[in-house]
């Protein structure tokens, strides 16, 4: 059974950076994809962005694109979430989930088949 475990979140001040990650337990680790997701106090579960394992091809939400990045290392089971110029709104518990196929939509938490246990993020202003 594969477990995704998240670190590297943290308390950190606005405009700072933190990167996140998140490892598969298993040496043989091929999903179609990652995502990245979060859940501020008081509101939904959200979509932060993915990547395709194949090719390392992204996709990223607007609230944060040019600030956030995601990559993936295969060698080490290894997605990431750079996140630069860290806004106070940018609170939230952070997850990565795998997903075996392409599916519909990034969004879609159905689509996913592994979750992670998830790792707070607190921005200070």
């Known amino acids: 059974q594969v477990h995704l475990v998240e670190s590297g979140g943290g308390l950190v001040q606005a405009g700072n950076s933190l990167r996140l990650s998140c490892a598969a337990s298993?040496?043989?680790?091929?999903?179609?994809?990652m995502g990245w997701f979060r859940q501020a106090p008081g509101k939904e579960r959200a979509l932060v962005g993915g990547?395709?394992?194949?090719?390392?091809?992204?996709y990223l939400e607007d609230s944060v694109k040019g600030r956030f990045t995601i990559s993936r290392d295969g060698a080490k089971n290894t997605v990431y979430l750079q996140m630069n110029g860290l806004k106070p709104d940018d609170t939230a518990v952070y997850y990565c989930?795998?997903?075996?196929?392409?599916?519909?939509?990034?969004?879609?938490?159905?689509?996913?088949?592994?979750w992670g246990q998830g790792t707070q993020v607190t921005v200070s202003s």
């Open positions: 990547i395709r394992w194949s090719d390392g091809d992204t």
């Open positions: 298993v040496r043989a680790f091929s999903p179609w994809g």
């Open positions: 989930a795998a997903r075996s196929a392409s599916g519909y939509d990034w969004r879609w938490e159905a689509e996913y088949d592994i």
